[in-house]
């Protein structure tokens, strides 16, 4: 089994590369942040609470996107693996993932991190939010927000995986395909 997660800002291509890796390695893609979107799309009871949490860049609570990944990692038993994307976000993530990986005799292979400055992510959401209508790429102050809660958030995250000797970080400015190599590269040499 393969398992990848794919660490990064917002804007900094984990959705475009994780569809890349899923159909090299016939992963399952794992984003929190898709989810979530679907569930406001869909108006459902979640969706409701978390939309203003998502406008605002803050953090939907650790029960409901841990649950959440449970739930997928159950139901994907004999998987070739999976490329979590936007998740874990915070240390009590990481550890929550950690354990359920545990129980079901699971490992992380590989962090790798796509690292993208502040005024660049802001003009890519921006830019996407134009194409693909994300209620949350639209407002320049409060996608300027979510930018700088991250990296006030979840840095702490990369030391987690750091100490656990599985971090690699790439710049995550460049053509598509280079970084993708780039990834492959990084989980070739296992
Ligand atoms: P993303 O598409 O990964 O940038 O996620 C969009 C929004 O969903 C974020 O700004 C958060 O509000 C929420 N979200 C996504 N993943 C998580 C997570 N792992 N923990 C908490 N909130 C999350």
Redesign the pocket.
Known sequence: MLNIILFG???AG??TQSKKLVAQYNLIHL???????KEVMAKTELGLQ?RE??????????E??IGM?DNRIKNSKNQAGFVF??????LK?AEALDNLFKINDLKIDKVIALEVGEAALIERILQRGKEQG?F?DQNETLVKN?VK??FNDTGIVSQYYQTQGKFHSLNGLGEIETIFAQICKIIENR
């Open positions: 800002p917002p804007g984990k959705g984003s929190t942040g898709d989810l979530l979107h978390a949490l998502m406008l605002a860049g803050k953090l939907v609570p650790d409901i996107v990944i994307d936007g998740f874990p976000r915070n993530q994300r949350d979510r809660l991250y």
